[in-house]
């Protein structure tokens, strides 16, 4: 079965530094992976998405990902931390009924 | 006004009484979907259309009930709450086959005491 795993249930980082919020992804086939975003009494935002191509996507808030094939992994990377990235962070993949299956979440402190 | 409305967006209710949450889209979308959100256990599935005429069951689908009364329109039903239904519930909309992005509601919020 599909599925997606979030190691960390929380990640801290100090502002300014780069941040990296991991995943892991079993699927059969080629993997469409996703990333979503969740502040504070929302509904959950979509930030990137990897279908083909590019190992490295670009999405939006200056978020990026890196797709590793040979690790299954799908790990969510920015530059430099702000404080506004604190979030609940979600990790993603279709299934083979074309569904979509979410990880665990991982909550991202951003320290001042 | 949102593209997906979810109402009611909280609800306190009692064991054994029936709640429905409701859920409209302006998206034109075609696939609608019911997530729950517990703490710790993320966004699970509970059930999903991916037109008028098609409902699937989810991974947590026993206890609930879906009605999908239009395009716009998807209804998830409790018919005898209990409580742990507890939860932060979830409606989504996506366009056809593909790798579709979700687009989300603000959440109703449950509690069943």
């Known amino acids: 079965a599909q599925s997606v795993a979030q190691p960390e249930d929380q990640v801290n980082v100090a502002e300014g530094n780069p941040l990296t919020v991991k995943c892991t992804y079993s699927?059969?086939?080629?993997?469409?992976l996703f990333w979503y975003v969740q502040y504070p009494n929302r509904g959950l935002q979509f930030l990137l998405k990897?279908?083909?191509?590019?190992?490295l996507v670009k999405g939006s808030y200056g978020f990026e990902a890196e797709f590793n094939k040979s690790q299954t992994s799908f790990h969510l990377k920015k530059p430099s931390a702000l404080v506004s990235d604190s979030a609940l962070y979600f990790c993603?993949?279709?299934?083979?009924?074309?569904?979509?299956?979410f990880g665990k979440g991982t909550r991202l402190h951003i320290l001042p | 006004d949102a593209d997906v409305t979810q109402t009611p967006r909280n609800r306190i209710t009692k064991t054994g009484k029936r709640i429905m949450l409701e859920c409209s889209q302006t998206?034109?979308?075609?696939?609608m979907y019911w997530y729950r959100q517990d703490p710790g256990l993320g966004l699970r599935l509970i059930y999903y259309?991916?037109?008028?005429?098609?409902?699937n069951k989810g991974e947590i689908s026993d206890g609930y009930s879906v009605s999908r009364q239009a395009q716009a329109k998807f209804s998830l039903s409790l018919e005898s709450a209990i409580p742990n239904q507890t939860a932060l519930y979830f409606c989504?909309?996506?366009?056809?086959?593909?790798?579709?992005?979700?687009?989300f509601g603000a959440g109703s919020r449950l509690t069943v005491l």
């Open positions: 998206k034109g979308h075609d696939r």
């Open positions: 989504a909309t996506s366009v056809g086959a593909g790798a579709n992005v979700l687009t």
């Open positions: 993603a993949v279709r299934d083979m009924d074309d569904k979509i299956i």
């Open positions: 259309s991916f037109d008028v005429k098609d409902i």
């Open positions: 699927v059969s086939g080629n993997p469409y």
């Open positions: 990897y279908i083909t191509g590019d190992n």
